[in-house]
C-alpha cells in the first residue's frame, strides 16, 4: 500500500498543473464477486458510469418519494445543519447525511444490489461516506458547475484514493428539460489538478455554487473531445446510476416546472477512509464526510441491521 501521507493527487495549486493519469484501478472486483455482469463492469471502467434505467419498481418509488415529500414539508429542515438552499432564495437545493435522517433512506443505502455492487467495483467492504438528496426544484433549481467529486474530497476531506463509487437513485423523471446529470465519458481515467488555495470553510459557498475546485475550460474541452461528446443518463424514477468519484459531472438550471428530484448514496472502500485534508486547513463536516463511523455496511435485514 501506498504511503496515505503522500500527496498523489495535488490540485488547488497557486499554478495550472497539467491533467495526468489517475493512479488507481477503476474496478477492483471481477464479474464473478458480485451482481453486475462482465459486460457492465466493462461499460462502468470505460465510462466511468452505469445507468440501470427502471431498476426499482413503482411501489417502492413511491415509497421513496413518500418518504421524501415527508423530509421535505418539515417547516424547520431550512434551519439544519447539512441542509443547502439555492442562491438566492429558501428553496431547498440539497439534504445531507439523509442515511441518517430517514429509516427509508437508511435500509435503501443498505439494499443488497447496491452494496453488493459497490462491493464489487471497489473490492472490498465499504461505508457511506456521504448521503445526500438533491432537490432541483421547478423554475427555481441552479446549475451544478463541473467538477470531479473525488478533487473536492480528497483536497477538503482528506480522501485518499480514487476508491469510492456514487450510486443516484432517481425519484422524479430526469429529462432533458429539468437539469439532468451530465457526465464526460472516459474522463475519470485523468486526474485535473484545479488552481487556486481553498478558501477557509469553502461548503459554505461551493455547495450553493462551486468556484474553487472547478476545472479549466480548456481541459473540459479536450476531454469532451476526446469523449465524442457529453452524456445525460435521463429516466424514470427508479432507475440507479453508478458513477465513479472522478468523472467529471455537471448539471444545467432546471427550466421547467418539475423537480428533479435524486437521492445519492458515495460508497467508500474501508481501506480508503479519509486522512487530514490534502489541500484545506481542517476536515469538513461529518454530515459531507463521514470520519468517526467507517465500519463495513451491513445489508438490509441482516443480524448487523441498525
Known sequence: MVDTNRDLYPSRTLHRVPMF????????????????????????????????????????????????QR?????????????????????????????????????????????TAARQILGSDVYVHQSRINYKPGFEGKGFNWHSDFETWHTEDGMPYMRAVSCSII?????????????????????????GET???NYRTSLQKQDTGVPDRETLTKLVRQAGGIQAPKGEPGSVLFFDCNVLHGSNANMSPVPRSNV???????????????????????????????????????????
Not at 452505469?50 to 418509488?61: E, W
Not at 414539508?73 to 430517514?102: C, W, Y
Not at 463536516?285 to 441498525?306: C, K
Open 21 to 68: 493519469d489517475r493512479l488507481d484501478p477503476v474496478v477492483h472486483g471481477g464479474a464473478g464477486d458480485g451482481p453486475l455482469d462482465r459486460e457492465q463492469l466493462h461499460r462502468y471502467e470505460r465510462d466511468g458510469f452505469l445507468f440501470l434505467p427502471s431498476f426499482f419498481g413503482a411501489d417502492a418509488v413511491e415509497h421513496f418519494r413518500g418518504e421524501l
Open 71 to 115: 423530509l421535505m414539508s418539515n417547516p424547520a429542515l431550512g434551519m439544519e445543519d447539512g441542509v443547502i438552499t439555492e442562491p438566492g432564495s429558501q428553496e431547498i437545493r440539497s439534504v445531507f447525511a439523509v442515511h441518517k435522517r430517514s429509516r427509508v433512506f437508511n435500509h435503501l443505502c443498505r439494499h443488497p444490489f447496491l452494496l
Open 171 to 195: 425519484l422524479t423523471p430526469n429529462t432533458e428539460f429539468n437539469g439532468p446529470l451530465m457526465l464526460i465519458p472516459g474522463s475519470h481515467r485523468h486526474f485535473v489538478p484545479c488552481v
Open 199 to 201: 478558501p477557509e470553510d
Open 264 to 306: 445519492f448514496f458515495v460508497y467508500n472502500s474501508v481501506a480508503n477512509a479519509p486522512r487530514r485534508p490534502y489541500g484545506a486547513s481542517k476536515p469538513r463536516p461529518s454530515f459531507l464526510s463521514e470520519r468517526s463511523d467507517v465500519r463495513p455496511l451491513a445489508e438490509a435485514g441482516t443480524s448487523e441491521d441498525r
